[in-house]
Each structure stands twice: as structure tokens, then as C-alpha cells.
Nanobody, 119 residues
Framework: QVQLVESGGGLVQPGGSLRLSCAVS????????MGWYRQAPGKQRESVVTIDSGGSTYYSDSVKGRFTISRDNAKKTVYLQMNSLKAEDTAVYYC?????????????WGQGTQVTVSS
């Protein structure tokens, strides 16, 4: 069974920084796409950023220039460096992993980590 374990959320003041981590464990040799999504109260879950195994990234316009995603393929871990945080970044952040297994697309989600930006 594949599991995603997130860490690094918390409370930070506007303009501050946080770094999220997400490690993939279980019977999986490699992950094709990893990403971060977020869901604010009363809103739908939205994509923040994704990164594929080649390092190509896709950022939402709302976080471009402030957030940076990176991954360590050997460790099957993805990181999200969040700078210049704003109140509107407050949400539960979820890690996502997509991979192929015997020709079948597989997907897994982390449990979510709360990020609160407030003074």
C-alpha cells in the first residue's frame, strides 16, 4: 500500500515562509507526477503546483514567484517552499502522487497539513 506523509504546516505571519515536505512510502518504484493541492474553507480543492519526473513544473498563477516546488526522486519526496505568504494562502495543503503500475494509472493523496497565515 502506498502512503504519502506530509509535514511542515503551521501558523505563520503574512510575509513569512513555510516549507512543506511529502514522502512517498510503499511498494512503488517511481512516481511520475507529484504535486500540491489546497482547499480553503468553503472552497473546492485547487491545484497549487505539480512537478513531473523530468522536473517540469506547473504553477497556479496565484503562487507563481512565491512558491517553489522541488523533488528528490531517489527519496520519492517532494518539497514546497512557500515565501511571501498571504492570508489567502490559508488552507489545508494536500500532497498528491501519480504513477503507472502495469499500465494502470494510480494516484494517492496525503492526509493534509494545515497552513494558516495570520497576524
Amino acid at each position: 500500500q502506498v502512503q504519502l506523509v506530509e509535514s511542515g504546516g503551521g501558523l505563520v505571519q503574512p510575509g513569512g515562509s513555510l516549507r512543506l515536505s511529502c514522502a512517498v512510502s510503499g511498494r512503488i518504484s517511481s512516481v511520475n507526477v507529484m504535486g500540491w493541492y489546497r482547499q480553503a474553507p468553503g472552497k473546492q480543492r485547487e491545484s497549487v503546483v505539480t512537478i513531473d519526473s523530468g522536473g517540469s513544473t506547473y504553477y497556479s498563477d496565484s503562487v507563481k514567484g512565491r512558491f517553489t516546488i522541488s523533488r528528490d526522486n531517489a527519496k520519492k519526496t517532494v518539497y514546497l517552499q512557500m515565501n511571501s505568504l498571504k492570508a489567502e494562502d490559508t488552507a489545508v495543503y494536500y500532497c498528491n502522487a501519480v504513477w503507472w503500475d502495469a499500465g494502470n494509472r494510480r494516484e494517492a493523496w496525503g492526509q493534509g497539513t494545515q497552513v494558516t497565515v495570520s497576524s
